[in-house]
């Protein structure tokens, strides 16, 4: 930990950091920090490919095997079970050995089992529990790996971005979801029409290990550590905050006793879990639902189900940018509120809309920009875990996504319910309804709230926190 007096030369001399010549010398600051945020948007994209596979191949998977639609959405949630049992792991871990090391082994673990989607049905585990619970088990276990990765992502940004920029550095990472999104319906369909739904796993998890090679080679948990960043950069990424809370890794646990008793961190929590309920909808059961409910061709249901993603790819960033600004003008509390209600509000407008509108191409659009702002709003949750709390951020990022994948995890059960039930426009006025929810909780989230705060440094934290 560097202390209060250390000046920023001497911060950039002992992490190795070129040094200006002098005062008449202005370097101007490297940019690495968006090299990082990119890799990070590969990796985002990297496990919505992993995790989308299934879904689009689940209709050859149902047809194979005979499996219903009800067990069919109990395979697509086992993902969804192991991904959100083990954020809180994934978190802590990488705040305690940084999330560099922890990204690189996560993607490969991930890689493995998604290869192992593929001979799942040859796999021992048939013979004990069966050909329904083998596919769940391998998907359970790609989840546990895919855990690791959105908050050490998360802490990777609150490392490498200043405080006025973390909505947009969240947005640009996770535009990986829009982008492999968008991308993994074509490519997947392009795979299994012409060497089987198997072939498209195996594709998946060489991608995956060639992603996790390159993290492993160019990036760093903490800027001071990157060979490549300049004093100026280094210098740009930490202004205005305290030296205290320059990065350094969590040496001790994370204080769970002030973050689980503070209002705004339960508020955030269980409004992640009613965004993240309708989010998953896209991710299981959107293109089963074009196909089986809206009439379209496979390939047809190809084109129109990336629609989601590119509406998120468009609109994330916007969010994002809107977050940031909001705050500029009005402060953490109500800037936050602001973009979350804004995203929130339309995401629920249009999900109706599509839901109750006859033409395909219209109610597919309708939807589509539905999701866009459910991600637009969704910037926000990740950055405020940021400005909760920069040191202890993987463990608050895993426990907000771990309530946000439960209520994920019951996604694809409570559609197909709703939907064998009573009927597909029933199940998505539910979303509609939970979508809702998610904004109305926001009221309990104080963004500019420091769980970091002692009472000697109480006074110097809000001020910094403010500003």
């Not at 002692?454 to 403010?466: A, I, M, Y």
Request: glycine share 12%.
């Amino acid at each position: 930990m560097r202390s209060s007096g250390q000046s920023s030369s001497s911060c950039g001399q002992a992490s190795g950091l070129p040094q200006p010549g002098g005062a008449s010398t202005h370097p101007r600051p490297t940019r690495v920090r968006w090299h990082i945020v990119a890799l990070l948007a590969v990796i985002s994209g990297l496990t919505y490919l992993d995790r989308l596979n299934l879904s689009i191949a689940a209709g050859y998977i149902q047809d194979e095997f005979a499996f219903g639609t009800q067990t069919m959405g109990w395979i697509l949630s086992a993902f969804v079970l192991g991904y959100a049992l083990f954020q809180v792991p994934g978190g802590w871990i990488g705040d305690r050995y940084g999330p560099r090391g922890v990204l690189a082994l996560a993607i490969l673990w991930w890689s493995v089992f998604t290869a192992a989607t593929a001979i799942a049905p040859r796999l021992p585990l048939v013979g004990w529990f069966g050909m329904a619970w083998s596919f769940a088990i391998v998907r359970f276990l790609i989840g546990v790996g895919e855990a690791a990765a959105f908050p050490n992502s998360n802490k990777i940004v609150a490392n490498w971005m200043g405080a006025g920029q973390r909505g947009i550095g969240n947005a640009l990472f996770l535009v990986g979801i829009g982008v492999g999104g968008a991308l993994t319906p074509r490519f997947i369909t392009m795979l299994m029409e012409h060497w089987g739904w198997r072939s498209s796993f195996y594709a998946c998890a060489v991608v995956g290990t060639i992603v996790a090679l390159i993290w492993r080679l160019y990036a760093t948990s903490r800027p001071e550590e990157h060979p490549r960043v300049n004093a100026a950069e280094f210098a740009l990424i930490h202004a205005g905050e305290l030296p205290e809370s320059a990065g350094t890794p969590a040496r001790h646990g994370a204080p769970w006793g002030r973050i689980l008793s503070s209002l705004s961190v339960w508020g955030l929590i269980l409004s992640y879990s009613c965004i993240a309920y309708t989010a998953y909808i896209y991710y299981t059961w959107f293109f089963v639902y074009l196909t089986r409910v809206r009439g379209l061709t496979v390939k047809q249901g190809s084109f129109w189900g990336s629609t989601p993603f590119i509406a998120i790819t468009l609109l994330a960033p916007l969010g994002g940018w809107m977050s940031d600004r909001l705050v500029a003008r009005f402060g953490k509390r109500r800037g936050r509120q602001g973009a979350v209600w804004v995203g929130v509000l339309s995401s629920a407008s249009l999900l109706w809309a599509g839901s109750h509108t006859a033409n395909n191409t219209v109610a597919i659009l309708f939807l589509a920009c539905a999701s866009g702002f459910n991600l637009f709003a969704t910037i926000t949750w990740w950055a405020t875990c940021n400005d909760l709390t920069k040191r202890y951020s993987g463990s608050l990022s895993g426990l907000m996504n771990m309530f946000g994948n439960l209520g994920g995890w019951l996604s694809p059960i409570v559609t197909a319910y709703i939907a064998t039930r009573v009927g597909w426009n029933q199940a998505l006025e539910f979303a509609t309804l939970v979508t809702l929810t998610a904004g109305v909780l926001w009221f309990l989230v104080d963004a500019a709230q420091n769980l970091e705060e002692t009472s000697g440094t109480h006074s110097q934290l809000r001020h910094v926190t403010e500003n």
